[in-house]
């Protein structure tokens, strides 16, 4: 984390678990348990279900609340589909875009993940901008060449004015849901690798102001040594976000003084 330059963001992904009756107990333990300074925002990113009930129990910005996922289109004959404008509705400021797991089981490809990002910084949302490579693309040097081309795609046709929304999460997808954390020294060299593509094309300034964030099998154990890197801002945590002392192990650990 590099704290003179930009933020922290500890974000939990619930992916499809809880339910919405159990937000409240959820929060209220959560703030028990963890610390809060003015450089590292907690965003948890509930199922579409939750959002309502969820933004009234975040409502005293302890917690800031995210979506999963969303339309790309802004409304009209898309049944069971979501709208940017509608998570707004409701109190989301982030939302999880190309998730592997949506790029995996859903057929989320690099061109729908430029058109929901446009489509959330439109409505006024943070996208949070999931990039990673398999294990196979790793073990045959592909990764820095994929990241790149990921990253380049979902970028285009942002301008300058609206990339301080965008937070990217560096998820390699053989790290997520897999207890094999990347090491600290890799992930933060594909986030520094992120950093040096976003400069080259929004320049230093901005680049140094975007949250990258890492995320795969990030835990309480881990997570310190993790957000020690100089290029690595935070996490995206799945499973551990889904026990209050493990998330909040890891919140504590991002608010140190
Ligand atoms: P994990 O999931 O922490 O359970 O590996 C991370 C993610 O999918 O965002």
């Known amino acids: 984390m590099n704290r003179k330059y930009r933020k922290a963001i500890i974000a939990g992904n619930w992916k499809m678990n809880t339910k919405p009756s159990e937000v409240k107990a959820f929060i209220e333990e959560l703030r028990g348990l963890s610390n809060r300074t003015k450089w590292c925002e907690t965003v948890i990113c509930a199922p579409f279900t939750h959002l309502t009930v969820a933004s009234r129990a975040f409502w005293n910005g302890h917690v800031s609340l995210g979506a999963q996922n969303m339309s790309e289109h802004p409304k009209g004959a898309y049944t069971g589909e979501v709208s940017a404008e509608m998570l707004r509705d409701v109190g989301v400021k982030y939302v999880i875009i190309g998730h592997s797991e949506r790029r995996q089981y859903f057929g989320e490809t690099d061109l729908t993940v430029n058109k929901k990002i446009l489509a959330a910084l439109e409505a006024d949302l943070h996208p949070i901008v999931c990039v990673g490579e398999s294990l196979e693309q790793r073990e045959l040097g592909l990764t820095n060449e994929l990241i790149s081309y990921q990253v380049r795609a979902a970028l285009a046709g942002v301008p300058a004015d609206k990339l301080r929304k965008i937070v990217i999460a560096y998820e390699p997808i053989w ?13 933060d060299e594909v986030c520094s690798l992120i950093r040096a593509l976003v400069r080259g094309l929004y320049g230093a300034r901005l680049a140094r102001a975007m949250p990258i964030l890492y995320g795969g099998s990030m835990n309480e154990k881990n997570a310190e040594e993790l957000l020690a890197k100089p290029d690595i801002d935070g996490g995206l945590i799945g499973g551990a976000s889904l026990v209050p002392e493990k998330f909040a192990a890891i919140i504590n650990a991002a608010n140190q003084e």
Not at 175 to 187: C, H, K, P
């Open 175 to 187: 790290a997520i849901g897999t207890g094999n954390t990347a090491t600290a020294e890799q992930a």
